[in-house]
């Protein structure tokens, strides 16, 4: 089944917009797992166990598990939440970026080693960093587009004053990406909650492509907001949280405050509907 499909049929069952980002913070663990990093595997796979009833997808974000040398930990929660909950799809936030030779290696280590539905990548270095990717056809790619940060205006919101109508850079890859760059129908873009408007402008010129939304929750972005900006007939979004729902306890009761925080974010996004 490829990432498309996946990701619809999550979304329908769990009746859910929402992504559990899995970002973890040894410092910001429960208390008796702090700073231990072990127990980075078991720690992500309880929030596996107590929120995959409330998402339509997984967000991995590789730098927190690299950073303290834990890919290891890192494909075993994949292989786990390929069998716990197998409908849900993966994610991995890598926002890889190179030339064609390298983005071979990483789109076989993002595909192939860690077996992701979907990574996250950095346009950037323009189509032939892209194309690799495009090679696995059942696999989804999300391209940066107009991130969730403030430094996101340096260069997403420059216009570009040799293209016709001077588009700001975002929408310039909006339309590369929902037009020519789109061979595959493979492609998807990162837009921030924390611009609904700029949301709203990405969907208008990219009608039909998926939306993967961070910024609710630890960032202040406003999900209703995503929502109404972001979802259309036959444009998918996925709106993810991560440290709000990870972190909402420090004590052992972490899953359980976990599970209700998914689940009150879910709410909030299906209200936005
Ligand atoms: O524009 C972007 C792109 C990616 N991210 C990633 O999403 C999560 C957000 O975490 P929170 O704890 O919910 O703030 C994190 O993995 C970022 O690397 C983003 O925030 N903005």
Redesign the pocket.
């Known amino acids: 089944m490829n990432f498309a499909d996946m990701l619809r049929g999550a979304t329908a069952r769990n009746h859910s917009l929402l992504c559990v ?1 899995l ?1 973890p913070e040894l410092g910001r663990f429960p208390v008796a797992m702090r700073g231990n990093t072990r127990k980075i595997y078991g720690f992500c796979a309880r929030i596996v166990d107590a929120t995959a009833d409330f998402v339509c997808a997984f ?1 991995l ?1 590789v730098a ?1 598990f690299s950073a303290y040398g834990a890919e290891r930990q890192l494909e075993r929660l994949i292989e786990y939440i390929r069998r716990t909950v197998p409908h849900i799809p993966v994610i991995l ?1 890598a ?1 890889r970026g190179d030339i064609g030779s390298t983005a071979v290696q990483y789109a076989r280590e993002a595909f192939e080693r860690y077996d992701a539905d979907a990574v ?1 990548l950095s346009p950037f270095m323009g189509f032939d960093s892209i194309a690799p990717y495009l090679a696995y056809p059942d696999k989804g790619v999300f391209l ?1 587009c107009r ?3 403030p430094g ?1 205006d340096d260069l997403q919101n420059q216009r570009l004053a040799d293209i016709d109508g001077q588009p700001r850079l975002y929408e310039h890859i909006a339309h590369l990406a929902q037009g020519p760059w789109n061979r595959n129908g493979q492609l998807g873009l ?1 837009v ?1 909650a924390t611009y609904p408007q700029e949301i709203a402008r990405v969907r208008n010129i990219a009608p039909t492509l998926p939306l993967l939304i ?6 202040g972005g406003d999900a209703a907001a995503a929502v109404r900006a972001g979802l259309r007939d036959g444009g998918a979004i996925i709106v ?5 729902i990870l972190y909402a306890s420090e004590g052992t009761d972490f899953a359980i405050a976990a599970c209700k925080q998914a689940g009150r974010t879910r709410s909030v996004l299906d209200e936005a509907q």
């Open positions: 980002g970002d967000k974000q927190c936030d926002k996250t940066l991130t969730s940060n996101g990162v921030g961070p910024g609710v929750g630890a960032q993810n949280s991560s440290r709000a």
